[in-house]
């Protein structure tokens, strides 16, 4: 029996080597068969010991497959009619498409049906040796050193991808920590009943950024503004903590109290920031896009709320761990009441991520390559905004 109450959805998966796609696939044939097909995909590629449901294994991709690409010297096809019997009885798909030109294509020829899925993980050159290592113990060492090296290449190129179509993304799954979290990220966007008020096209934007310590935030806000000075205003919060060196213009200070106008507030290692809602819509109504700093999550519920499709949440994930993170604020000299405070920030936003992911609308990965950053603001501001 179809169900009429919610359309079905054409979830299309793509990720890195060893980012964990397949388990996400697994996951949802074990919990949502009754909801949710996974469409096999014809390849030429090799048999691997870990291969599954997921893939059919042939020495040509058959001639009435529609949906074919090729990476690395190796075809990939599937049937778009096999997607359209699955919606006829009420059952969303979902897919490994690991080709951003054939991903923009099925958005083209699905439409609003289809959401994109990039599965992120915190993968280095010493997990994909140790995951082929793994995945490969009857092939020879030259053949293996070879095979690493290409999905080293492959990671590059994923990532790059990535970057380059950052706002074509529906959900970024964060796979850093347990299976446990990844199926938590998998629900909420099965479940999601944020997306007909998200990522709404509008020369009127509030970006809310929600990043950690050592996410970038600073970095973020400066790119976007020199993508256009004119446009962008940083919203400053008021505060009753006391201006410290080194601060930006992120806030306004009012030790003896803040004013009034001020209506939604939040309180963060004893001190209380707040946001005027009456001050976000004077600067809509001089044309410009606010952006806010701020990670507490009623807050940004509480944005949502109160602008619709105007608020789109940015979340900024530092791609790389949490020793290297703890590292990183050792070498700056912090006070260990500091370190501990930041430490548990990082860990609370980063659970508030992956327990209400349709609450984010994108998540922007801050790598070593600074650039990478200056991308994704670039692609937000035109897909959003021009």
Known sequence: MIDTQTPPKFYL????????KSSVL????????EKIEIIAKETTRAKRQNDSFEVVHVNAISDDVDVRYTQYGTDYGFRSEAVWSCFKKGKSVAVIVNDMRTI?????????????IYVHSNVNSDSIRLLAAERHTDIDSTVLAKD??????????THSRY???SALITYTILNIGSFSDLEKQVDGIIHDHHLETRRQLSPLKLFVIAGASYSGKDELVKALQQMDAQKVNMYQKGSNRPKRKGDADELLHFPKGIPD??????TRQGY?????TEELWSIFSDGKIALVVVSDLDVIKRLKQNFGSLCSVLHLHASFNIDEIQKKMIISGISNTEYQARLSGIKELQQDYIENISIYDHVLLNTAEKEDLYDQASN???????
């Open 272 to 276: 209380i920031y707040s946001i005027s």
């Open 148 to 157: 690493i090296e290409k999905r080293i290449n492959k990671i590059k190129t």
């Open 13 to 20: 998966l793509f990720g890195a080597p060893g980012s964990g």
């Open 163 to 165: 970057i380059e179509n």
């Open 26 to 33: 697994h996951y949802m044939k074990r919990c949502y068969a």
């Open 261 to 266: 106008r001020y209506d939604i507030q939040y």
């Open 380 to 386: 937000l501001l035109e897909h959003y905004c021009y």
């Open 104 to 116: 923009k294509l099925l958005l083209r020829k699905f439409g609003s049906l289809a959401r994109t």
